[in-house]
């Protein structure tokens, strides 16, 4: 499985963004999705997760009610929607795969199998 992020940009604090990210090959129902971000100078950690075939999902308390992720089966894509934004949200983020996903371990960034290349987001204030 190959991932293909994009949708980061600059914005200005208070608005909103759309990531996308892409799988080629085949997309199990055992599998989950995740992003992940890393600021400059910090530790990288977990924003969300969805299980690819219930779409339950999970979330960072930082984010929690301002981001939604979401997928699209048919395309192979899952999005990861983030609103009211500030600017301890600019990082680089990125999209991750997980071939036997499991909602008790989904902010474990170890526990995915594929990465993808990373899309940066700014937010100016």
């Known amino acids: 499985v190959q991932l293909q992020a994009s949708g980061g940009g600059l914005v200005q604090a208070g608005g909103s963004l759309r990531l996308s990210c892409a799988a080629s090959?085949?997309?199990?129902?055992?599998?989950?999705m995740g992003w992940f971000r890393q600021a400059p100078g910090k530790a990288r950690e977990f924003v969300a997760a969805?299980?690819?075939?219930?779409?339950?999902?999970a979330y960072a308390d930082s984010v929690k009610g301002r981001y939604a992720i979401s997928r699209d089966n048919a395309k192979n894509t899952v999005y990861l929607q983030m609103n009211t934004l500030n600017a301890e949200d600019t990082a680089v983020y990125y999209c991750?795969?997980?071939?036997?996903?499991?909602?008790?371990?989904?902010?474990?960034?170890?526990?995915?199998?594929?990465w993808g290349q990373g899309t940066q987001v700014t937010v100016s204030s």
């Open positions: 090959g085949r997309m199990f129902s055992s599998y989950g």
């Open positions: 991750a795969a997980s071939r036997r996903y499991s909602a008790s371990w989904s902010g474990l960034a170890e526990r995915y199998d594929y």
């Open positions: 969805i299980n690819w075939s219930s779409g339950n999902t």
